[in-house]
């Protein structure tokens, strides 16, 4: 052991590398520091940012001559040689624009904006720091194209392009290289569980499809969100926000944010970094108490009413069919349910840690990262229902190798369901535990009978008479609030088994590695990148959401990929960029896919861009499309893997009727295939057909987009324009799957009632002897999208900052002929966005406003569909830099003008929210 020891020992100190050493201070025009500044070697991702004080150091092993690049957001970017050891290089940029920043994620590899191949929206240091919004990520959506979905105080859901719901599965959230999507839920829950604010250093967003480089489910847009690096950012930074949120149906509540973040260069060889996060506030309250079934209806005008945000109402019967009896009227009655108010107290939550121990163990650009990631949190989710998430954990470990050339990391990602539970499923599971439906329905009739049958001697109307027989029914039933209740409500949540209770249990976990290598020290003729990821997903929410109650379920899938980057000087006033990709993707579970991506920029006079892209991408479908097995009182939700069948079973009662007609036995089984291989559907004309949904499949697209981007007169002007076309677009059917009988023996999609098997499921589905499925398949009909968006900005007034965008939408598919199919398009035709502030209107006081208007837009989803009235907002901040303790205070608002709106149906008004802030010591 010893031998091998010092054997170690030898080999390891026979290796040496040449270091070289910059360092400098980078200042604007005016001498002022500029902090965060980007330092970056040409051709590399090796790199360092300016300090607090503008001040440098970079360290690498290659040796000079060679050259480095400076940026930074409203500066021009310049690139410097260095000739020499310890050189130092001071830097006083020129006032530029956004376009000369260095962005890595369209290509994989650093390079200006300007003369990006894709479409790319970018938000650094400056953006952070002179954001209106409450923090970081909800300044995300002043970007051109970017799309934010408020679910709750704490959970947003950032879209491009269209086809948006809060379980945004279409698009992916990549942190330091790591999906942070949590297993169970296919999705990110915004920023819930993501970075604490003191250690991002960029944010990246990439529009449209990119599965070229990034493999499936790179489809909408994948938002890439890069932290600090303690060898290049040492110190304690921290913040603290206090203020308070104030909506109409909530009041005015506290609000706290605090964060820190701890990093220190031990050495040459080592860095460590630590960072934790604190949230705390109310979210905002969902009061829509609009009748779904009845326009204009109350709980007081329709005795079939059923609230938005009202849940246990959907209990609803026909009171004749149930009583037999001919005195009884024949209408259908619902339950009395809880406002969403009784059922949650709107508490918002967010902890989080994170931490990364950094190993250069030859001091130069070859790195050796450790990270590992922790977060919980409370807050309001709306998927198929509204989920009250509470206690809701995830984590993340990272190992990471990488230099200049190449990186290698692999990450697992797991998460705990925590005391979640769902409200749409509480509501009627609660009501009956605390009194059952059939002894509240008993009651009703038995009421109603009674007034009826004793000749209403008190002359009551119609509507009295359900008045009095609601009051009766509900007799019994313990108040909100009371102990009682609240037993009830404990036990129906701890209950995982939809049918009685609405919590759930989940432990699943992803397994992913991914490598990329950079040729371009090897290739001269062009750059070229080759690289893999492979993925297992491990499933296991012991039967509660997926069909896994005989153990967890395991799939992996992988990819390899390559590009060619080539840069041609056509003249001196004219240069092209070609850029071309392909990834191969192969699921265990599919076929294979191939997804090529093509584009080229052309440069001309260095001030102007034109750019033109094809690309392609596909979507495996989501855990939930394959494997869910979720039965609740509504239906079964059951997933479109074709093993479905082998994984979900369930006895059901057969009905007195076919056991005398048929001989069929008291009960019998029934798979969740049924659901695919013999089941009846609806048209849209109501008649009954054969259902049988496909199994599940992948979904792709093809985009072709056009792109400007350009300097004229002092105008920096981004203008893009797309269209993409979907095939097997992934949707869900409604079926009924009959317990005996075959739907279709011949097996040519045509109902034959004339044949006796056919008679028979008919029969089955006519006395209840039945299971109603939602399955996850793909549509038949290609569905088309276009857009475009332009923003312009520019220096006016003597150096404020002014900027606009506008984005354009437009979903091409067949609506009225299809009006059984939903897209979830959930987009706007048309945004407006306004920004105008100044970093230094006087010394050390800055400021900024936003502005934003949205059009209005239909919004469909499983939850509910309904208009989202256009609306505009306005967030604005004033903050103070204090130099000589390192020392910015703010004062902001968002929703500023108080206008309460929403962006998806369903969830609460968004109110306004008032902030003072503290940040000490952060770029």
Known sequence: MKTTLKLFVMLFSLISFAQTTIKGKITDNTGQPLPGANVIIEGTTTGTSSDFDGNYILTTDQVPPFKIIISYTGFETQTLDVTANNQTVDVQLKEGNELDEIV????????????????????????????????????????????????????????????????????????????????????????????????????EILPGASSALYGANAFNGILFMTSKNPFDHQGIRGYLKQGITSQEAAGDNSYTDFGISMSHKFSDKFAAKVNFGYLKGTDWFANNIDDKNLPGGTRESNINYNG?????????????????????????????????????????ESVKADWGLYFRPWENDFEIQYVGKVGTGSTIYQGAQRYRIDGFSLQQHKLEVRNDNFFVRGYVTSDKAGDTYVMDVLGPNLLNELKSHADWFGDYIATYAGIELSGNPQGLTDAEKHAASRAVAENGIPAVGSEEFQQAFDKVTSDTNFLTGAGFKDNSKIYHGDANYNFKDTFKFAEVQVGGSYRTYRLNSFGTIYADAEGPITYSELGIYTQLQRSLELNENLELKLTGSIRYDKSELFDGFFSPRI?????????????????????????????????????????????????????????????????????LPQTGAAAYTNSFAQDQDGNIVVGNSNFTEPEQVASFELGYRGKVEGFVIDASAYYSTYNDFLANENVIAPLYGEVDPDGDGVLDVTNPETQRALFAIQNGDSVGYQTYTNADETVNSYGASVSVSKKVFGGFDLSANYTWSRLDFDVAGNPNFQTNFNTPEHKVKLGFGKTEVVKNLGFNVAWRWSDNYFWEASFGNGEVPAFNVLDAQINYRIPSIKTTLKAGATNLLAKEYFTAFGTGLIGSQYYLSLTINNL
């Open 308 to 348: 938005v945000n009202v849940y246990g109402d959907e209990v609803a019967a026909n009171i004749r069919d149930l009583s037999g009896l001919g005195i009884i009227p024949d209408v259908v009655v619902s339950r009395t349910g809880f406002t969403e108010q009784q059922l949650t107290d709107y508490s918002a």
């Open 599 to 667: 584009s080229a920029g052309l440069t001309v006079n260095e001030n102007h861009n034109i750019r033109a892209s094809f690309q392609t991408g596909f979507r495996n479908p989501d855990t939930q499309a394959l494997y869910i097995g979720l039965e609740t009182n509504a239906g079964t939700l059951i997933g479109g893997a074709t093993d479905i069948g082998s994984l979900f079973e369930r006895n059901y009662t057969v009905s007195q009727a076919a056991q005398n007609t048929f001989g069929e036995p008291n009960s």
């Open 104 to 203: 890595i994620s369209a290509s994989r590899t650093p390079e200006r904006i300007f003369e990006s191949p894709v479409t790319v929206e970018r938000f650094g240091l400056k953006e952070i720091k002179n954001t209106p919004s409450a923090d970081f990520y909800g300044g995300l959506e002043n970007l051109k194209g970017v799309d934010i979905n408020t679910n709750s105080l704490t959970f947003k859901s950032i879209n491009t392009r269209g086809f948006a719901t809060f379980a945004n599965t279409r698009f992916m959230q990549l942190v330091d290289g790591m999906d942070n999507s949590a297993p169970a839920l296919n999705f990110p829950l915004g920023n819930l569980l993501g970075m604490v604010e003191t250690d991002v250093q960029s944010v």
